[in-house]
């Protein structure tokens, strides 16, 4: 039985804080809904019973609530406000309003069906697609919805592909298979970067990247997987996790051309789950199944094995697509289908430092985002805009605080060049050109680029800023040649994520040079792990006097 936490008379998961539970498995709504019955009805007299029961869910219920000490008569505990030390408090435990406020910002287009994910998944979401942020982060709900769509258009490499919203996809062509210029669908969804790249090369056949370990990979995957089976006559699928508790049920309506390599895959979907009996899947899934047995080659459908987590991310990803949709596109729904969504999806590839520097980087306090006024008084590194967000972030912080306290910093002028990537087995033997310190996506059309574009790049730029003013680790090389050793020859320096690659020489700074060489391990290993600091476009800031406590290994 999964365990229970009643904040303010309504019932949420008491481990993770939410109302829908994909980690413990259950739905709270049914329960809550009963509570404000007269209220849902005053506010949404046309939907139906089972319209509110796919409300998107109250999610972060726990944050701030704070155990009062007490229980009610059945024995549960009662929790009460941590800023207002009521266990009724109608500021922040106002459920009812918020539920009703939620369900109006849902979409309107056929049936409302809520993104079961927390606030939690949702930055598991943005740290799949590389947007780190604190799993402290006190950033309003808004703020993370708001980067998390961000990330969702990043991906799609959306506003470079679609000139103007609302998107009506009949007025782009048809995809058609035996037009020489398309791919087979599998291979025209597929995106990647050049750090993609290189781990497939590394991991000499075997998959880099292994399944249901990371939501996003785990999205990209099962869009190649949706392409190959339209291309092989199956527009149905059913995505759905191990235990068959939860399910996406889709169709593909239709595949249109926005660009070259660049399909759009217009679908309808529903979402089930094993505790909602009355969920329109059931009907069609049936449905799908008879037309299977109808058709002499009997071909059914394919079902993808999804974990609940990818599900959510996919289920995000077409929320936001779906209110794009122009209200002039009217596609042909069977009689089973009339309560599901109508979405569309593009091509989902990484996203590009530039995106991950804009979605991570936060300029006020590093957990809420808000105004600072003080900053850590052991390391000057990193700002905060008060004692609580401080104390919140503390055990996040201390290893770099304690690794950097004390430190000398030392600015140093470094140089790069974009060297040119060749990768001739790719896309069918055509040769491509990629910038790597950029780490653009090759496999999109609007990365490819000359040979003379790419040479003339400015040798002394960096990549954009994805780590904003604080502290990160970088690793620092020396030259493997003694005698370029000696020389005072090019350091290479670059961080976990590869987002730049830096090189500095005793040419350009002797004394900092010498600093960098005397450190321990450069002699054995010819490397270090540094903490560093970018203040300029073509400028770092390292601290070679305080090593982190631990060595990371990459």
């Known amino acids: 039985m999964a365990k229970i936490a009643v904040v303010n008379d309504f019932v949420f998961c008491l481990t993770h804080g939410s109302e829908v539970c994909n980690k413990c498995y259950f739905d709270h709504r049914t329960t809550n809904n009963q509570r404000m019955k007269k209220q849902l009805s005053k506010a949404f007299p046309k939907l139906s019973e089972q319209d509110l029961l796919d409300r998107p869910p109250l999610s972060n219920a726990l944050v701030l609530a704070l155990d009062s000490g007490k229980k009610d008569p059945s024995g549960l505990i009662l929790y009460q406000c941590r800023l207002h030390n009521t266990t009724n408090c109608k500021t922040c435990f106002d459920w009812i ?27 598991g979401f943005l740290s799949s697609m590389g947007v780190e942020l604190s799993p402290n982060t006190r950033l309003p709900e808004e703020a993370v919805d708001k980067r998390l769509r961000g990330a969702i258009d990043g991906a799609q490499y959306f506003y470079s592909v679609i000139d103007e919203v ?31 790249v290189t781990a497939m090369l590394k991991a000499r056949g075997e998959n880099p990247f292994p399944l249901y370990q990371n939501a996003f990979m785990d999205v990209r995957q099962t869009l190649m997987t949706l392409g190959k089976h339209f291309d092989d006559g199956h527009p149905e699928a059913v995505l759905q996790d191990k235990g068959h508790d939860y399910a996406i049920c889709m ?20 979402r089930g789950a094993h505790n909602q009996p009355l969920s329109p899947t059931f009907g069609w899934i049936s449905d799908v199944i008879a037309r299977s047995q109808s058709n002499s080659t009997k071909i059914g459908f394919p079902q993808i094995i999804s974990t609940p987590e990818e599900q959510n991310l996919l289920l995000s990803i077409l929320q936001v697509n779906s209110k794009r949709l122009s209200a002039d596109y009217v596609p042909d729904l069977r009689k089973t289908e009339k309560r599901f969504m109508v979405s569309f999806f593009l091509p ?23 105004k600072t006024i003080s900053k850590c008084s052991g390391c000057l ?11 919140l972030h503390w055990k996040e912080h201390k290893p770099m605080c304690v690794s950097l306290k004390g430190g000398t910093w030392h600015t140093v002028t470094v ?42 790049a400015d040798p002394t730029s960096l990549p954009p800023n994805i780590h904003g003013d604080r502290p990160f680790l970088v690793k620092i090389q020396c030259p493997f040649n003694p005698v370029l050793r000696s020389l005072g020859g090019s350091m290479l320096i670059y961080d976990r994520q590869r987002s730049f690659h830096a090189h500095f020489s005793a040419a350009d700074d002797q004394a900092t040079y010498d600093e960098a060489m005397k450190q321990p391990g450069m002699a054995t290993q010819l490397k ?19 090593p982190p406590s631990k060595d990371p290994l990459w």
């Open 415 to 456: 140089s790069t060049e974009a060297p040119e990537i060749r990768i001739a087995s790719l896309l069918e033997g055509k040769p491509l050109v990629a910038n790597y310190l950029n780490n653009q996506n090759p496999f999109h059309p609007s990365a490819y680029k000359s040979k003379t574009e790419v040479q003339s």
């Open 166 to 196: 609302p998107v009506n996809p009949a007025s782009f062509p048809m995809w058609s298979k035996t037009d020489p210029e398309n791919k087979p669908l599998v291979l025209a969804v597929r995106r990647g970067n050049f750090a993609e």
């Open 97 to 123: 309003n918020l539920a009703i406020a939620n369900l109006k910002k849902a979409s309107t287009r056929g049936n409302v069906i809520a993104i079961e994910a927390t606030r939690e998944e949702k930055l």
């Open 348 to 370: 989902i590839g990484p996203l590009s430092q530039l995106d991950i520097g804009k979605l991570a980087n936060c300029s006020g306090c590093i957990v809420c985002g808000n």
């Open 251 to 270: 169709r593909v309506l239709e595949v249109r051309k926005v660009a070259l390599d660049v399909p759009m895959f217009v679908v309808t979907y529903g």
């Open 381 to 391: 590194s990193v700002e905060y805009c008060g004692r609580d967000c401080q104390k």
């Open 528 to 546: 270090i792990y540094r903490w560093a600091k970018r203040v300029g476009d073509c400028q770092l800031s390292i601290c070679f006097d305080r």
